[in-house]
């Protein structure tokens, strides 16, 4: 956990509803999906129904926290004037073991070092007291 | 047996105003759509009065004010299509569907902007994050990690086929630089007079790798319009009529969200071609031509190969050979499109295919084209397409 600055200034999520369950989580050091309770299918981004089966039932399942970049995009020029001091950065599609994918960033690692397939582990960030970003960094295969 | 939507509709009528960068318009976004529209309307030889349908642009304007300022006394069809930039191609369709069944009998798609002057779109998710399709997803999952435009979205999806497929830079720049060729001929686009060399292109700064400056789509002021009205009643109008010979819409699964989807690589048009082109009756190598949404430059490629000009992942090569240019197999975006002729939100490709097909696309018109093909993309993907002849 890096110390949380006094003030952040970039796009914060919703606490509330799904997203807020999702971070709640995050918040807690652990990285957890929506596992429906009928199917067993893993799922990201949260959402009420499975669209497999049709169950409203699923359970916060914990993920390995193990994934590979299955893409990512080096962002040169910001587009949003909260980016505007991080470029050039790199927002990456992490493929995570149980199989969903997220978007997340990778924490030192310059951007011409991505490849596809490079393995990542889940690494939370505090950003303020309530909120912990799941970001990744590389790991040895 | 045949559709029966096939060749029941007509465009019978096309207006584009001139288009802006430096110093901007200088006018409403209304005033120029109303430019536009009564340049179609004045095409077909209608009055404004009789136009009575509308179907306006995704928050670009409503119906009732378009209505308003023209005249329209009598609307009785408007809808809007929330599929960015593959709303128009869909309101083409949608248009043909209520002129078929005589809901309305003329319908005006207008589409236009101060894409220079005015918001960009690169500003709008920080002002406006309901405006980004899939808002709370993009809110809760994308914005927080600095994934906050479309050229980003879209540099997800081309880095991956470049892993896949092999698909290259130069392949990117050869999009880039048929665009460019085109808008030499082309005496309205904003880029004429302004050729474009694979080193410029190379040379050209990052935005969002794999994307350059140059593979990003024009931000510039203008607007188009179209009028759309049934096979029978095009008859009776002044000019030659285009037949709607299929048109159709799709999303790619699921449509709000980018990252988890089953088949990345699965857009829109990946469903949406093969219904329009069954619909048509005819098949991709029967198009003389195609005006492809060229937000940018791998959409192209991925628009071709899902929509069935090539196979999947074979884009790159296609592009590469020179087949998009004039002279080539299938001559893409002959005025010079999105990229280098103006960003007309799609209704511009409409335009030009309907331009191409009455053989008044002059230093550039495709030697006796008589059926060409016009997409739409928009937001994550959606897909729009229609297959037209003269």
Not at chain 2, 27 to 41: D, G, P
Request: glycine letters at 10%.
């Amino acid at each position: 956990m890096s110390e949380h600055p006094q003030t952040y200034t970039k796009p914060l999520p919703s606490l509330q509803g799904l997203s807020g369950a999702f971070y709640g989580w995050c918040a807690r050091g652990e990285l957890r999906f929506q596992r429906c309770s009928a199917c067993a299918r893993w799922r990201h981004v949260p959402r009420e129904l499975c669209a497999h089966c049709g169950s409203f039932e699923w359970t916060w399942e914990r993920s390995s926290g193990r994934g590979k970049v299955f893409s990512w995009t080096e962002v040169v020029r910001a587009l949003h004037p909260d980016f505007g001091d991080e470029t050039p950065y790199a927002p990456v599609i992490v493929e995570m073991q149980e199989g969903v994918r997220m978007l997340s960033r990778v924490l030192d690692c310059p951007p011409d070092a991505l490849r596809i397939d490079l393995p990542l582990e889940v690494q939370f960030v505090a950003v303020h007291e309530s909120l912990s970003l799941p970001l990744f960094r590389r790991v040895a295969r | 047996m045949s559709h029966p939507l096939r060749d029941r509709a007509c465009i019978v009528g096309i207006g584009e105003t001139p288009v802006c960068r430096k110093p901007g318009s200088g006018r409403s976004e209304t005033a120029l759509q109303l430019e536009a529209a009564l340049l179609a309307i004045e095409d077909a030889g209608l009055k404004p009065s009789q136009i009575d349908g509308i179907m306006p642009f995704p928050n670009l304007g409503k119906a009732e004010v378009f209505a308003s300022n023209l005249g329209c006394d009598n609307l009785r069809f408007a809808a809007l299509l929330t599929l960015g930039g593959a709303a128009p191609v869909a309101a083409l369709r949608a248009a043909a569907m209520a002129v078929a069944t005589v809901v309305a009998e003329h319908v005006l798609v207008p589409a236009g902007w101060n894409g220079f002057s005015g918001a960009r779109v690169r500003e709008t998710a920080a002002s406006d994050p309901d405006s980004i399709p899939g808002a709370a997803i993009a809110r809760d999952f994308y914005l927080p990690f600095g994934l906050t435009a479309p050229p980003q979205w879209y540099a997800l999806m081309a880095r991956r086929h470049m892993h896949e497929y092999g698909t290259t830079e130069r392949q990117l720049g050869a999009v880039a630089l048929a665009m460019r060729r085109h808008a030499q001929l082309n005496p309205a686009a904003l880029m004429h007079g302004k050729a474009l060399t694979m080193e410029q292109y190379l040379a050209s700064p990052m935005i969002s790798a794999p994307y350059r400056l140059f593979d990003c789509s024009l931000e510039s002021d203008g607007a188009a319009a179209f009028v759309v009205t049934s096979a029978e009643r095009a008859r009776d109008l002044r000019r030659a009529p285009v037949h709607v010979m299929g048109a159709a819409v799709g999303q790619p699964y699921p449509a709000d969200e980018i990252c988890g989807r089953p088949d990345f690589h699965r857009i829109g048009l990946t469903s949406a071609a093969p219904e329009a082109f069954g619909m048509a009756g005819v098949t991709p190598a029967d198009a003389d031509f195609a005006q492809i949404y060229d937000c940018f430059t791998f959409e192209v490629i991925q628009q071709l190969e899902e929509a069935g000009f090539c196979r999947r992942g074979e884009g790159g090569a296609f592009v590469e050979s020179g087949a998009i240019e004039l002279g080539g197999r299938l001559p893409v975006n002959t005025s010079g499109g999105l990229l280098s002729h103006a960003h007309l939100l799609g209704v511009g490709h409409v335009v030009e295919a309907v331009r191409q097909l009455r053989g008044e696309a002059g230093e550039r018109q495709v030697a006796d084209a008589e059926i060409g093909v016009v997409t739409g993309w928009g937001d994550f993907g959606d897909g729009s397409i229609a297959v037209l002849r003269r």
